[in-house]
């Protein structure tokens, strides 16, 4: 339950708070939840998105990219713990 | 005999294992992303229109709550300036009533409604990333794709982009990088307006068009509808083109009515 909060919290941000907001809430949220990233990343630019404003969905991108970065760092950690 | 393993073996695939299934899980949400933006466009806009509500509301609550804390001196002052602000309009309001009375007696008690379609605003930047408005209504109520999007007292915002059944979104002039022609000045000197986001714009203009702060700046509608203001304009003595900064005369992220006129 702890680990969904930031994510619950992200997708509560998405509507609420400044998208600057909400661009730090879906970071935070993908590094304890990996897959929560792009999936939040994919709702921001579904309900936000339109083709005019700009070439790429950035809230995509950038869930994908948090969430890559997240499953490195679990990966890294998970790592360390085992070897260590 | 003892075999050897080594990490380096295999080692794109090895080393990053969970490449595949990523790649497929992105293509997946790809995918799903495609099939929900196309057939369920308004699904997500139904399910969050409480949140964004209850987002506006808490909005105004803190405002209010936080002027209390404001310097007192500042709030007097307002305060006289807001009670002479009324008696001005109460003044004005009895004489409009005047004028509505008059009217009532030459042309009846007729009214006609007016053209376009009012719509509730959801969502606003700068909750919403792309500068774009969530607008309450849809195909339902008459909206449509390239509609004008104005705002208090007729002011253009922006146009909509796409519409659902009960929800639509509108793609404000200032989007970044969106080019719209318009004009400048009492001259109306032809100028390419560039969105920079968040309200603001900009135009590049030859020096000798001689555009200072302070004109008008124009876009087509019935006529030539003011939009923005000049607020800077550059001044660097080597360009023959100067720079143009533009405000918006109706702030995006205080708007919560718009009118939708085709």
Known sequence: ?84 | MRKRFSRRHNSIVGAYPWAGPAALALIVLALLFFILRIFLPGALVALATPLWVSGNALTAGAGNTLSFFGDKGALIEERNRLEADAAALYAKNAALEAQVADLTRLLGERTEAGPGVLAGVLSRPPVSPYDTLILDQGTEAGVAVGDRVLGPGGLPLGTIESVAKRSARALLYSTPARETESWVGESRIPLTLVGEGAGAMSAIVAREAGVVVGDQVYVPGPGAVPLGVVVAVGSDPSSPRSRVDIRPLANPFSVTWVTVVP
Request: glycine share 6%.
């Open chain 1, 1 to 84: 339950m702890m680990r969904a909060m930031p994510t619950i919290l992200a997708l509560i941000a998405l509507f609420v708070f400044p998208w600057q907001v909400s661009f730090v809430a879906v970071f935070a949220a993908a590094l304890f939840m990996p897959a929560a990233g792009i999936a939040l990343g994919i709702i921001a630019d579904i309900v936000y998105y339109v083709p005019g404003a700009s070439f790429v969905p950035y809230f995509t991108l950038l869930g994908a990219v948090a969430t890559a970065v997240s499953m490195l760092v679990h990966r890294f950690v998970k790592t360390r713990i085992i070897e260590g």
